[in-house]
């Protein structure tokens, strides 16, 4: 079922319609474990950064058709695809669910409070643009942990994080 009008890609890249589709195909639902299989196919079929712009225009176009285009965030949108990438690259999984298994966190729509202050990712600039994380970097950023403002805790010389906060 086609939720909004067709994109305009290039032959041979995957587009979103072609993704909703093959992961909606055997579940009536499109939860947060749905949107991480989509993007998991997404960067598999294309590297991070085109990804981004397929899943993030994909998700913005199909809120606009359903009448609601202020449910679009451009920071969430590519922190989910970068994690996912990311997470992706790390161990190759070729089939989702083992992918899934072996990342529960990515699984968990609150993992992204682990990197951002909930004022940041309410702002205006993070809704229709790219925000850094302003808590700790995410795991390919990490060259050295980042205390928050405030913050409790140390960060050993292994690279450990602090309390209340861990890898992926």
């Known amino acids: 079922m086609t939720m ?57 176009r199909t809120a606009r058709y359903a009448g609601v285009p202020q449910k679009y965030h451009a920071t969430i949108s590519r922190a989910w695809v970068e994690l996912v990438g990311h997470h992706a690259a790390e161990h190759g999984e070729d089939d989702f669910t083992a992918f899934a298994d072996h990342h529960p966190a990515l699984l968990d729509k609150r993992l992204l409070a682990r990197f951002y202050r909930p004022s940041t990712l309410a702002s205006s600039q993070a809704r229709t643009g790219w925000v850094e994380p302003d808590l700790v970097p995410f795991p390919w950023q990490d060259t050295g942990w980042r205390q928050p403002p405030g913050g409790r ?7 450990q994080w602090p309390h209340g906060f861990t890898r992926l």
């Open 4 to 60: 909004h009008p067709p994109d305009e890609h290039v032959v041979g890249t995957p587009d979103f319609d072609a993704l909703m589709a093959e992961v909606t195909a055997a579940t009536e639902r499109f939860g947060h474990r749905e949107h991480v299989h989509l993007t998991w196919l997404a960067v598999r079929r294309v590297d991070v950064p085109a990804a981004v712009g397929l899943v993030s225009n994909g998700i913005q």
């Open 153 to 159: 805790g140390t960060v050993t010389v292994t690279g």
